[in-house]
């Protein structure tokens, strides 16, 4: 069973900074790629930013040039520094990453796919 696991939540004021960790835990998986979403009250949840293994990175405009995303790939950890904080940040925020499980059916080895999310944790920007 593999499990994410996120820190680094909590109340700042506008344009303030928070760092968001999670860190994946569980036996013999790969992770390809990790990504913060993020969800407003009465919002869909949205993609934030993403990294691959190899270290490309994409971000929804609305971050672009505030937050960063990291991994450290031999603890399959993410991180999300986020600068310059808005009201409009405020919401819960989700780890998630894809990857595979070694499997044995039988006789047959394959690659189970893997997708996970993390437990939510909560950023407010409030003055």
């Known amino acids: 069973q593999v499990q994410l696991v996120e820190s680094g939540g909590g109340l700042v004021q506008p344009g303030g900074s928070l760092r968001l960790s999670c860190a994946a835990s569980?036996?013999?998986?790969?992770?390809?790629?990790m990504a913060w979403y993020r969800q407003a009250p009465g919002n869909e949840r949205d993609l934030v930013a993403a990294?691959?293994?190899?270290?490309?990175?994409n971000y929804a405009d609305s971050v672009k040039g505030r937050f960063t995303i990291s991994r450290d790939n031999a603890k399959n950890t993410v991180f999300l520094q986020m600068n310059s904080l808005k009201p409009e940040d405020t919401a819960v925020y989700y780890c998630?990453?894809?990857?595979?499980?070694?499997?044995?059916?039988?006789?047959?080895?394959?690659?189970?796919?893997?997708?996970?999310w993390g437990q939510g944790t909560l950023v407010t920007v409030s003055s």
């Open positions: 998630h990453a894809d990857g595979k499980i070694p499997t044995m059916t039988g006789l047959t080895a394959w690659n189970r796919p893997l997708e996970v």
């Open positions: 569980g036996s013999d998986f790969s992770i390809n790629a």
């Open positions: 990294i691959t293994s190899g270290g490309s990175t």
